[in-house]
């Protein structure tokens, strides 16, 4: 992984695609990967005419798996309602086989991910591992949206879902995530040791990412996405793929398609950043903490209930 990016720091360097340029993107050589949820749609006839699209990551699972027990309450919903979700299971589930396999016939990457919610982790490891049944070449992704533990799995059991499906496939997973749960992740990487040495693949929709890209942790990105429903619409979009939607997620590669390929199933962890760098963070607040920095040691100034600010 060392050795990757290496390369892809050269390639962005010598290609003009640095992280450092406005919109990389723009480089004919660059390679581009789509992600797709159940309700985009896609012209694959279309989409397949962009040599530049080299790959496709499909959502899997979302949290725990369902239980389809429509005989009584149902986590307190009706029974009309969970015979929908049953019907909407069966549909994206036979929808996302059918992506995987148009996907691989037509010679493009595959991978899929997890929307991580709260519940116990190893569940929810089981339960992407039986969806998105990923073989050895597939991409597999722990997807964290956000800190807000009511919505989103915490980063402690992050750590275990990263764990679980190692202990059951010999790989980790990457890891997507936004830039601040990523800065974070990197200013506290003592305390998560796993998830910022996993490869990660970074959401942020802007021209560049230099000088925010928490660079104290990782040293480059495996994938960008830079182009999604939040900046991408009729009148103006960073890249229009062929037979899509203005909401497809669109992400750039640091390397060239052939290296791509040859780097895309990862599994490792990331070599360890010693000594610390320095600490990235001017201010975080999470619920019922309040932390500042003063000058370069983080102080939790007070534990206090609500959200967290004075």
């Known amino acids: ?149 009511d919505q989103y799995m915490s980063l402690a059991d992050a750590q275990i879902f990263a764990g679980h499906i190692r202990a059951r496939t010999g790989r980790y997973p990457i890891l997507y995530t936004n830039h601040v749960t990523a800065r974070y992740i990197a200013a506290y990487r003592q305390t998560y040791r796993i998830l910022s040495r996993l490869p990660i693949w970074y959401a942020r929709y802007k021209p560049g990412v230099d000088g925010v890209f928490p660079m104290g942790n990782w040293q480059q990105y495996f994938l960008w996405q830079f182009s999604s429903a939040a900046n991408c619409s009729k009148r103006r979009c960073p890249y229009r793929v062929p037979g899509t939607l203005t909401d497809i997620d669109v992400n750039l590669a640091p390397v060239p398609r052939d290296q791509l390929k040859a780097i895309w199933a990862q599994g490792g962890l990331l070599p360890p950043q010693d000594p610390d760098p320095p600490l990235i963070l001017a201010k975080i607040e999470l619920p019922g903490v309040y932390i500042k920095q003063y000058d370069a040691d983080l102080l939790i100034t007070s534990a206090i209930p609500g959200d967290g600010r004075r």
């Open 1 to 149: 992984m060392f050795a990757y990016l290496t390369a892809a720091c050269f390639w962005l360097a010598a290609s003009g695609a640095c992280a450092r340029d406005p919109a990389p993107w723009n480089n004919p050589g660059a390679a581009l990967v789509v992600d797709a949820y159940e309700m985009n749609p896609i012209d694959w006839q279309a989409l397949l005419t962009d040599k530049r699209i080299a790959g496709v990551i499909s959502k899997a699972s979302d949290g725990l798996p369902e239980v389809f027990d429509c005989s009584g309450e149902h986590r307190g919903d009706t029974t009309a309602h969970c015979k929908t979700m049953w019907r909407k299971y069966a549909v994206s589930r036979e929808l996302y086989q059918t992506r995987k396999f148009i996907a691989k016939q037509s010679g493009l990457l595959w991978g899929a991910y997890h929307l991580a919610r709260p519940g116990n982790p190893i569940d929810q490891a089981n339960h992407f591992l039986d969806y998105a049944e990923p073989g050895p070449d597939d991409l597999m992704v722990l997807d964290l949206e956000g800190l807000d533990g």
